[in-house]
């Protein structure tokens, strides 16, 4: 460094809570400002709903009965990549108890948060703002907290009860995404249990991430998250009655409209390279608003940390040639940590 100047603070980034709740706040600071365009925020509301699929019509004995569920799975797949799940036998009170025990998270103070600061991608537990404050050229208006939950359970020991329903809630969805990926299976021609083992799903990485999207004074302004796809197989979702998340169908923007206590399922990057591209994931978003804190709480499900994802050798043929380069799993973490929240970036790495 030259003498004489003065040596630079890193700077500091408060998190979008402790912003959003000073009082002076009837701007955004500019390091936040993501759009000049206010038109680019808005999304219709989808005629047809976004799909719905009856978990317990999946799961039910009478074989005609499943065989139509795997039908409306395929075509939730293929049509949108999202999908609402009902009749899933996660109890209301549970889902409700995790996003609960997320806002007692993030009501901690800023200095009990700290401890869980600036760590590296994979650590056990960690949390900040936007994405990441010292790539990310514009700030997202989200705080976030990430838990690895499978194959180790990682505890978090405040806010008190957090340790508790984290651990239910996260075999919980575990079950729920063994038969989405059951079903899912028999829907691409592939044997029932195949995804499930080809992806060593028994030691897949599961990881909680809790968003907290604060009111902002000028929303349309700034942006809670860009439009970006989810890596992993299957993303599970629920939130706070606060929407906000709009997702990408037939080049437009559509507002998700959830059917209270539904799990909202999205198809990620790596079940998209599985099926050779038969199932697409998709590009997401979130906006925010003026008077009201949404609160997401997210379940990702990938596969073990060291599997390699290829197309399938069951859906290649001469007419569908792979489309993808095999990656292993772990390798996500790594590819492109620049651009983790925009577009594609990990598939534009392994497309052929
Ligand atoms: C994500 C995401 C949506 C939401 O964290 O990847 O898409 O509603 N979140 O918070
Ligand atoms: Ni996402």
Redesign the pocket.
Same mark, same amino acid.
């Given at each position: 460094m030259a003498t004489g100047t003065p040596e630079l603070q890193p700077p500091k980034f408060p998190s979008v809570k402790s912003l959003s709740e000073s009082s002076a706040l009837t701007s955004i600071p500019s390091s936040y400002t993501f759009t000049t365009d206010p038109s680019q925020h808005t999304a219709l509301y989808p005629k047809d709903s976004i799909p719905v699929i009856d978990f317990s019509l999946l799961t039910s004995g009478n074989p005609d009965q499943r065989s139509k569920a795997i039908q409306d799975l395929h075509r939730a797949c293929e049509e949108w990549g999202f999908f609402m799940v009902i009749n899933h036998g996660v109890a209301e009170s549970l889902m409700k108890g995790m996003i609960e025990a997320c806002r007692g998270f993030f009501d901690l103070t800023e200095e009990e948060k700290g401890e869980f600061e600036g760590k590296p991608v994979l650590a056990p537990i960690r949390c900040g703002t936007s994405s990441n404050t010292s790539l990310d050229k514009i700030l997202f208006w989200?705080d976030?907290l990430k838990v690895l939950l499978h194959p180790q359970f990682h505890s978090l020991n405040k806010p008190p009860g957090f340790s508790e329903v984290s651990l239910e809630y996260s075999q919980r969805i575990k079950k729920v995404v063994e038969e989405l990926l059951k079903g899912i299976s028999k829907s691409l021609g592939l044997e029932e249990w195949y995804i499930n083992k080809a992806m060593n799903m028994s030691s897949g990485l599961q990881v909680l %991430?809790a $968003?907290l999207?604060p009111p902002c004074p000028q929303p349309e302004h700034a942006m809670?998250?860009p439009p970006?796809s989810?890596y992993g197989l299957l !993303?599970v979702?629920t939130?706070n009655e606060v929407g906000?998340?709009q997702v990408q169908h037939q080049g437009k923007w559509f507002n %998700?409209n959830l059917i209270p206590n539904s799990l909202l399922i $999205?198809i990620g990057d790596h079940l998209e390279v599985l099926s050779n591209g038969k199932y697409k994931s998709v590009l997401?978003? %979130?906006v925010v608003n003026r008077k009201a804190t949404?609160l997401?709480v997210?379940i !990702?499900n990938g596969p073990s940390l060291d599997t390699v994802v290829a197309p399938a050798p069951e859906l290649i043929d001469e007419s569908h040639p792979p489309a993808y380069f095999g990656m292993k799993f772990q390798e996500t973490f790594t590819l492109s940590p620049t651009n983790k929240?925009h577009g594609k970036s990990i598939l534009d790495q392994v497309r052929i």
């Amino acid at each position: 460094m030259a003498t004489g100047t003065p040596e630079l603070q890193p700077p500091k980034f408060p998190s979008v809570k402790s912003l959003s709740e000073s009082s002076a706040l009837t701007s955004i600071p500019s390091s936040y400002t993501f759009t000049t365009d206010p038109s680019q925020h808005t999304a219709l509301y989808p005629k047809d709903s976004i799909p719905v699929i009856d978990f317990s019509l999946l799961t039910s004995g009478n074989p005609d009965q499943r065989s139509k569920a795997i039908q409306d799975l395929h075509r939730a797949c293929e049509e949108w990549g999202f999908f609402m799940v009902i009749n899933h036998g996660v109890a209301e009170s549970l889902m409700k108890g995790m996003i609960e025990a997320c806002r007692g998270f993030f009501d901690l103070t800023e200095e009990e948060k700290g401890e869980f600061e600036g760590k590296p991608v994979l650590a056990p537990i960690r949390c900040g703002t936007s994405s990441n404050t010292s790539l990310d050229k514009i700030l997202f208006w989200r705080d976030f907290l990430k838990v690895l939950l499978h194959p180790q359970f990682h505890s978090l020991n405040k806010p008190p009860g957090f340790s508790e329903v984290s651990l239910e809630y996260s075999q919980r969805i575990k079950k729920v995404v063994e038969e989405l990926l059951k079903g899912i299976s028999k829907s691409l021609g592939l044997e029932e249990w195949y995804i499930n083992k080809a992806m060593n799903m028994s030691s897949g990485l599961q990881v909680l %991430v809790a $968003n907290l999207y604060p009111p902002c004074p000028q929303p349309e302004h700034a942006m809670g998250l860009p439009p970006h796809s989810d890596y992993g197989l299957l !993303t599970v979702l629920t939130q706070n009655e606060v929407g906000g998340l709009q997702v990408q169908h037939q080049g437009k923007w559509f507002n %998700v409209n959830l059917i209270p206590n539904s799990l909202l399922i $999205n198809i990620g990057d790596h079940l998209e390279v599985l099926s050779n591209g038969k199932y697409k994931s998709v590009l997401h978003r %979130v906006v925010v608003n003026r008077k009201a804190t949404r609160l997401s709480v997210l379940i !990702t499900n990938g596969p073990s940390l060291d599997t390699v994802v290829a197309p399938a050798p069951e859906l290649i043929d001469e007419s569908h040639p792979p489309a993808y380069f095999g990656m292993k799993f772990q390798e996500t973490f790594t590819l492109s940590p620049t651009n983790k929240h925009h577009g594609k970036s990990i598939l534009d790495q392994v497309r052929i």
